[in-house]
């Protein structure tokens, strides 16, 4: 049994672009992901997954790929009092969404329920001890896309590795769309 997640993975180019946007913002007592975390969530599984179980399941999602592209910093649970600072989608949001409502159907029949509260598709880039002002750091990033547009053509499953040094993400199964 492990801690695990679904996710989608930009490919190099955008995450490269998203480094450059990013840039090191000052952002005191922020930990900031490294860039091999950086991911587009379609569910959270838990602590408790088995990952034989979960990959047969996804084995399953038939749906067709499209594209997504990047854009938008913002933070949660708002720019005020930012404890997560955040990429999220200019392009492509309903692909994610349909991703995330149908890996939670597949799951759901497997003890997995996907969470209650609407997907909102975003790259987390740092989390914040306390609550923190970022408007600041928000206005510097900017709304604008960020790198280019890319076909969404697969759906990853990852395990959640816990460390003292942060969350080290181990890819597990990859599961193709049309």
């Known amino acids: 049994m492990s801690r695990a997640f679904v996710a989608v993975v930009p490919p190099d180019e955008v995450l490269d ?5 990013l840039g090191k913002p000052d952002v005191p007592g922020a930990r900031f992901a490294r ?3 950086w991911h587009l969530s379609l569910q959270f599984l838990g602590n408790q997954v088995d990952l034989d179980d979960v990959a047969g399941a996804l084995g399953e999602l038939a749906l067709r790929s499209g594209p997504v592209r990047l854009g938008g910093f913002g933070a949660f649970p708002n720019e005020r009092r930012g404890r ?3 990429l999220g989608v200019a392009e492509g949001a309903p692909l994610l969404a349909q991703l995330a409502a149908a890996v939670g159907v597949l799951l759901e029949a497997r003890g997995y329920p996907p969470e209650d509260r609407d997907h909102h598709p975003h790259v987390t880039l740092a989390r914040c001890k306390v609550p923190t002002d970022l408007r600041a750091t928000l206005a510097a ?6 790198g280019p547009e890319w076909v969404v053509g697969d759906v ?3 395990e959640s ?3 003292s040094t ?3 993400y181990m890819e597990r199964a990859r599961f193709a769309l049309r």
Do not use: M, Y
């Open 156 to 158: 990853v499953l990852f």
């Open 84 to 86: 997560v600072l955040w």
């Open 161 to 163: 590795l816990t460390r």
């Open 35 to 37: 860039r091999e975390q």
């Open 17 to 21: 672009a998203v480094a450059g946007a």
């Open 166 to 168: 942060g969350a080290k």
């Open 141 to 146: 990033l900017g709304p604008d896309p960020v």
